[in-house]
Nanobody, 125 residues
Framework: QVQLVESGGGSVQAGGSLRLSCSIS????????MAWFRQAPGKEREAVAS???????YYTNSVRGRFTISHDNAKDTVYLQMNSLKPEDTAMYYC???????????????????WGQGTQVTVSS
């Protein structure tokens, strides 16, 4: 069974940084598009960033230039480095994985099969 394990959430003041980590079962990792989504109270879940096996990336406009998604193939782990955090970044952050044998880059949550349990990020002003 594919499992995603997230870590790294927490509370930080505006302008601070956090790094989220998500590990995935090795047998699934090599042909996967992975992404971070977030959902704030009363809002829909949105894609924050995604990355495929070719290192192509996507960022939603509100985080471009502040967040960086990357992966460590040796550790089967995907990271989301979040800098210059703002109160509006406060949300539950979810890691997601989509099978992508041809290297497609997905951003729609309907394309992602596996999800982590989420990690809370709270940014205070």
């Amino acid at each position: 069974q594919v499992q995603l394990v997230e870590s790294g959430g927490g509370s930080v003041q505006a302008g601070g940084s956090l790094r989220l980590s998500c590990s995935i079962s090795r047998s699934y990792y090599s042909s996967t598009c992975m992404a971070w989504f977030r959902q704030a109270p009363g809002k829909e879940r949105e894609a924050v960033a995604s990355i495929n096996s070719d290192d192509s990336t996507y960022y939603t406009n509100s985080v471009r230039g502040r967040f960086t998604i990357s992966h460590d193939n040796a550790k089967d782990t995907v990271y989301l480095q979040m800098n210059s955090l703002k109160p509006e970044d406060t949300a539950m952050y979810y890691c997601a994985a989509a099978l992508s044998p041809y290297g497609a880059l997905f951003v729609d949550q309907k394309d992602f099969t596996y999800w982590g349990q989420g990690t809370q990020v709270t940014v205070s002003s």
